[in-house]
């Protein structure tokens, strides 16, 4: 569905290089969550955020900053990529007791 | 923060049998416990949910089962057919407070024709 949406799909960057990826959701839910999947771990929580300029960090936030200035944006950027940020990133929303939904992710590649 | 086990990370099993795949959390404040479902290349979607006050939930084929007192849920397969084959994971949440949700590291289910 196109509820929330990430861009791009695939991305492939250079190590150092600063690489932002997109999440947008039209629901106006209030909580939006960055995630990372990586072969064996499963999902890794990096950022989240419970309602616009109110963000957190989850289990693995170290190289990635977020913002949230609109309800419906949540970016994710690496500011200096590196070889071990390769990895697919999907973005989710939810509001209140609402089910979590996933955006398509993206495929991010450092090279 | 919490920690979610998930177990066996394969799984084969011949069409019609059945799959059951166990998780454990460490959080006795989580009460909420989705299971998702990943094709290949594609998003997890929610298959199934069960809140802490429920002991069970079925949907058709599939079902969730919550013990609290141990802290672990599983999920149960029956009549398992192809296109069941994927990547479960399962979750736990705390809904009243931060809604942060933590998965497990995943099974990967295939079913044998």
């Known amino acids: 569905?196109?509820?929330?949406?990430?861009?791009?799909?695939?991305?492939?960057t250079e190590t150092g290089r600063q690489v932002t990826l997109m999440c947008h959701q039209t629901w106006s839910h209030s909580?939006?969550?960055?995630?990372?999947?990586d072969l064996g771990h499963g999902l890794r929580l990096i950022y989240y955020s419970a309602a616009a300029d109110i963000t957190d960090k989850g289990e693995v936030p170290d190289g990635y900053v977020v913002s949230r200035s609109k309800t419906e944006n949540f970016p994710l950027t690496l500011e200096s990529?590196?070889?071990?940020?390769?990895?697919?990133?999907?973005?989710?929303?939810?509001?209140?007791?609402?089910?979590?939904?996933?955006?398509?992710?993206?495929?991010?590649?450092?090279? | 923060g919490e920690n979610v086990e998930q177990h066996p990370s394969t799984l084969s099993v011949q069409e019609?049998?059945?799959?059951?795949?166990?998780?454990?959390?460490?959080?006795?404040?989580?009460?909420?416990?989705?299971?998702y479902k990943q094709e290949l290349g594609k998003r997890p979607q929610l298959i199934i949910d069960i809140r802490s006050n429920v002991g069970e939930k079925k949907d058709?084929?599939?079902?969730?089962?919550?013990?609290?007192?141990?802290?672990?849920?599983s999920l149960h397969i029956t009549e398992t057919q192809p296109e069941d084959s994927a990547v479960y994971f399962c979750a736990a949440s705390n809904r009243r407070t931060g809604n942060q949700f933590y998965f497990g590291t995943?099974?990967?289910?295939t079913v044998i024709p």
């Not at chain 2, 058709?60 to 849920?73: E, S, Y």
């Open chain 2, 60 to 73: 058709q084929r599939i079902a969730v089962t919550l013990n609290k007192t141990a802290k672990h849920f």
């Open chain 2, 106 to 109: 995943g099974t990967s289910l």
């Open chain 1, 1 to 12: 569905d196109a509820g929330i949406t990430q861009s791009p799909r695939y991305k492939i």
């Open chain 1, 31 to 37: 909580y939006m969550f960055w995630y990372r999947q």
């Open chain 1, 81 to 111: 990529a590196t070889r071990s940020q390769t990895s697919v990133y999907f973005c989710a929303s939810c509001v209140g007791d609402s089910p979590l939904h996933f955006g398509n992710g993206t495929r991010l590649t450092v090279t």
């Open chain 2, 16 to 35: 019609g049998d059945s799959a059951v795949i166990k998780c454990t959390y460490s959080d006795s404040a989580s009460n909420y416990f989705p299971w």
